[in-house]
């Protein structure tokens, strides 16, 4: 009797995350696209926050104004993402840049919440050297989504997404 082989790996680690980070004040509970919060929306299988009032409520709390990635946001943005995965080791598959966040596919020995601050952090530190975001600008929301791939074909889609599932007409990296 012939058996197919079937590639099975037991794995400890994910070989790779999809990391999307958004600017800060850009996507508010209650938005339209659906959202999740950190206690009964942010379940498995859990509908998003329904929209409503909370967006307006979310908008007048913020006490600054949305920050948005133009052109040359994005230009260092990309560079820093860039200079950082080349020191820390990162792998990385794929990235694209937006106006208001950023995705990147990336292979890294950290916990993709390390990963996703040192780019928050490396990015922040050089638009504020550059005179792009003051001292007390808010540049990013809180946390983000960290989503585990754990195998080539889960790569391969995150990739796909990344560089072509995204729309519009911004250059891609």
């Not at 601050?117 to 050089?126: E, M, P, Q």
Request: charged share 30%.
């Amino acid at each position: 009797m012939k058996r197919d082989y079937f590639d099975l790996q037991e794995r400890t680690e994910p070989l790779a995350y999809l990391i999307t980070f958004r600017c800060y004040g850009t996507w508010l509970h209650g938005d339209k696209r659906g959202s999740v919060d950190r206690k009964r929306y942010n379940r498995y299988g859990a509908p998003d926050i329904p929209e409503c009032k909370l967006k307006e409520s979310s908008s007048r709390a913020m006490g600054q104004a949305p920050f948005v990635l133009g052109h040359q946001e994005r230009r260092i943005a990309e560079e820093v993402i860039r200079e950082v995965s080349e020191h820390r080791g990162y792998g990385m598959f794929a990235l694209s840049i937006r106006t208001n966040h950023i995705h990147v596919v990336v292979a890294a020995s950290h916990s993709p919440e390390r990963v996703m601050n040192d780019f928050k952090a490396y990015i922040t530190r050089r638009f504020r050297k550059l005179g792009l975001a003051s001292a007390k600008r808010k540049v990013w929301s809180r946390h983000g989504s960290t989503k585990y791939l754990w195998t080539e074909d889960a790569i391969e889609k995150a990739v796909d997404y990344v560089l072509n599932g995204l729309g519009g007409d911004f250059k891609e990296f």
